[in-house]
């Protein structure tokens, strides 16, 4: 009789294009987050947390990647609905707002917070699953609404450690680039096609380059690998709109709007557009909010579908150094726009909106590339335990630590190895240990290691040898709070 076949454990690993978070990434990440809301419920926004899955048809079809069979989302058909995990904040607050209108404000403002996922190809630094932080203003068509989320967005990156210099948002508008579409004789249904490339190429200008994109706005462009991507096929003169279009930013914003009004001449779209960023350069400059923090720089494309009139991106423009030791601006952590008719698309009434989205990871990288999080960080400060019959004093221990508001711990593993409660407490991360063993408890006193004066421990050492470290406070009972803060206060 054949024996049966033994059920194949399962692989430990991580599903491609996903990552755990440990320890400090969640701390540092919540209380970024933290500083974010602050900011956001200072300017008057609410608090909302809508549901993950959304049906296929109420996120519709606005991601970049429109060309693959499940067009970038993670989805799964339930009787007769196709649901889907959201792939940003955005989509999921139009159904919302058209569900609730009658109960909310409007406008309605509100901020939101969580993951959001995407089934696109992943990549060094791109994940399919990542954190946004977005605030958006329902039901107001003013461009001051556009101008209060980017200056809102200055103040989010100043607040959580990006000092101004280190920074600059980035204003456009949909409206000036459908102008200049039309200008370059690419309106119309028919050259859909042709304005999605253009677009695509636009954006990637900060990673082609000048001759990158005008390949693509001709025949098409061969990368380094070998492939070839199509491009829209202009003629030079065609081009040479696009290009000139792209280099029309001058010294000050005012210089870039005059610019961009010869560009559009004979475009009424394209003309509204840019009394569009007008308005806002004069809204945003009467709040102190000059061109050291935004500017109007029309290669700002946003890849989303949806938008309609300003669009804006904040890109961090100092150095960091990637993974092969090679200097490289850190770019863009934030972006957002106009979608005057998402929410239409379920009243059938045109409602006005606009809203930006934090990307949390890759601002938590930039400040943990700059050491602006990260370098005060510790763990608990561990409690040893020299007796197991006597763990109720340890826990009294502890518990007077954290009434105290000092985070602790009592070592749970097996007490017999002291050298392994030391390497716990080192990989723990501990600024601190306690040690009470029988003689100490006999005598009313506690002794105190400050683990970051201290050398590591050896695994091996004994009791004996760890108090006669120079690094070891003895201190009585009721004075072991006031030397631990000692120790833990910078």
């Known amino acids: 009789m054949a024996k049966p076949k033994k059920t194949p454990r399962p692989k ?51 991601l970049p990647d429109v060309d693959r069979p499940n067009e970038g989302v993670f989805a799964w058909q339930e009787d007769d609905d196709w649901l889907a995990l959201r792939y940003d904040m955005t989509a999921p607050l139009a159904r919302v707002y058209a569900q609730h209108r009658n109960d909310l404000p409007s406008p309605y403002r509100r901020f939101t917070m969580g993951p959001v996922w ?12 990542f954190y946004q932080c977005d605030a958006d203003t329902v039901g107001s068509a003013s461009m001051a609404a556009d101008a209060e989320i980017c200056a809102m967005l200055s103040d989010c990156l100043e607040e959580v450690g990006i000092p101004r210099g280190d920074y600059v948002i980035r204003i456009n ?46 025949a098409g462009r061969k990368d380094d690998s070998g492939d070839f991507t199509d491009g829209a096929g202009l003629s030079d003169d065609r081009a040479d709109i696009i290009m000139r279009f792209m280099d029309a930013r001058e010294d000050d914003n005012a210089g870039t709007v005059a610019r961009l009004m010869t560009l559009v ?20 400059s009467s709040q102190g909010y000059g061109p050291d923090r935004i500017i109007i720089d029309p290669s700002v494309v946003r890849g989303l579908g949806y938008y309609t009139g300003p ?20 770019g863009s952590v934030a972006g957002g726009g106009r979608y005057d008719d998402l929410v239409k698309r379920f009243t059938g009434q045109e409602v006005p909106a606009t809203g930006v989205s934090i990307g949390v990871d890759r601002l938590l ?40 508001g000092i985070r602790a711990e009592v070592y749970l593993g097996n007490p017999k190895n002291f050298g392994n409660q030391l390497k716990y407490a080192d990989k723990r991360g501990s600024p601190a240990a306690i040690i009470v063993g029988a003689e100490e408890r006999g005598r009313g006193v506690v002794q ?31 004075q072991m709070v006031a030397k631990l803060r000692e120790i833990l206060t910078p």
């Open 173 to 218: 508008n949909r409206k000036v680039l459908n102008g200049v579409m039309e200008v370059a004789g690419l309106a119309g249904d028919d050259r859909a096609a042709a304005r999605g490339i253009v677009l695509r190429a636009i954006d990637k200008l900060d990673r082609l380059g000048p001759e990158g994109v005008r390949a693509l706005l001709g």
């Open 365 to 404: 990288a930039a400040l943990r590339a700059t050491g602006r999080v990260g370098t005060d960080s510790h763990g608990p400060v561990v409690v040893t335990v020299m007796d197991r019959d006597q763990m109720a004093d340890y826990q009294s221990i502890v518990a007077e630590l954290r009434n105290a």
């Open 265 to 284: 001449e004979g475009s009424e779209i394209g003309q509204k557009g840019v009394a569009e960023l007008q308005d806002i350069e004069a809204l945003l």
């Open 311 to 330: 669009v804006y991106e904040a890109e961090l423009t100092f150095e960091v150094t990637d993974e092969k030791g090679r200097p490289r601006n850190f």
């Open 12 to 62: 430990a690993q991580t599903p491609k294009g996903f990552r755990d978070y440990f320890g400090s990434d969640v701390t540092e990440r919540a209380e970024m987050l933290q500083k974010i809301a602050g900011v956001y419920h200072r300017y008057g926004f609410d608090a909302l947390e809508s549901s993950a899955v959304e049906t296929v048809e109420a996120l519709g079809k606005f």
């Open 118 to 129: 995407r089934n696109e190809k992943p990549g060094p630094g791109r994940f399919r699953q």
């Open 448 to 478: 105190i290691k400050d683990l970051v004066l201290g050398s590591k421990i050896a695994e091996t050492a004994t009791h004996e040898e760890w108090a006669e470290n120079p690094s070891q406070f003895e201190v009585p009972r009721d």
